[in-house]
């Protein structure tokens, strides 16, 4: 089987491509439920320790790419605390403890939209920020979703859900409307799914 790109970079570089080591770690603060800051002892491969990094706890959440039986996305008009202006965003929220990332993203599109759906597709999970930690992302793509109650959701935000077409969502990303890099990173990445299944 040949090795990917990664493997081969990693035979190339030899140890400078090891992962770095963590020492020791100590909570720094923990103002709720929603974030923890630690500090970390690092050693790099080189030998060099660091003995202050900065590490952000925060859970993982789910963002879901929505199409309806009709072609359309569901999608929000909303504001958040760090963003200038208002901004799209796609169905999305935290995952829960126990919860599997599929369960979590199914959960939130019901809770947000009252919409439900057959099919799925996982597009990926990534960490939010490669040198502080700062939780994981699970984007997903969910396929031919119909309405099926009342949306429960409790954001603090105000949310106007939207029905956009293929084409609005796509001039929606050009136009830099997804103020947020995951919310445009799932958008990218669910229209290049449906792109790769011709549909």
């Not at 103002?31 to 952000?56: A, C, K, S, Y």
């Not at 793509?141 to 935000?157: F, G, K, Y």
Request: hydrophobic share 40%; glycine share 8%.
């Amino acid at each position: 089987m040949e090795k990917s790109w990664s493997d081969k970079g990693a035979e190339l570089h030899g140890n400078l491509m090891k992962p770095w080591k963590t020492l020791s770690r100590r909570v720094l603060c923990r103002p709720n439920q929603f974030l923890t800051v630690e500090i970390h002892e690092l050693e790099l491969p080189d030998g060099r320790r660091i003995d202050d990094w900065p590490w952000l706890i925060t859970p993982d959440y789910a963002n879901v790419i929505a199409r309806t039986t009709d072609g359309r996305f569901l999608c929000f008009r909303q504001t958040k605390y760090a963003v200038d202006g208002i901004s799209l965003a796609p169905v999305g929220g935290f995952i829960e403890h126990g919860e599997t990332p599929l369960d979590g993203a199914r959960r939130e599109l019901l809770e947000e939209t009252g919409y439900t759906a057959p099919e799925w597709h996982a597009l990926g999970c990534y960490p939010v920020d490669a040198n502080r930690g700062a939780g994981t992302a699970h984007f997903f793509l969910a396929l031919e979703a119909v309405w099926d109650r009342d949306s429960t959701a409790d954001d603090l935000e105000c949310q106007e859900l939207l029905l956009l077409t293929r084409e609005e969502m796509e001039r929606a990303l050009d136009g830099g409307d997804f103020k947020v890099l995951p919310w445009a990173a799932a958008v990218t990445l669910g229209l290049r799914k449906l792109s790769r299944l011709q549909i």
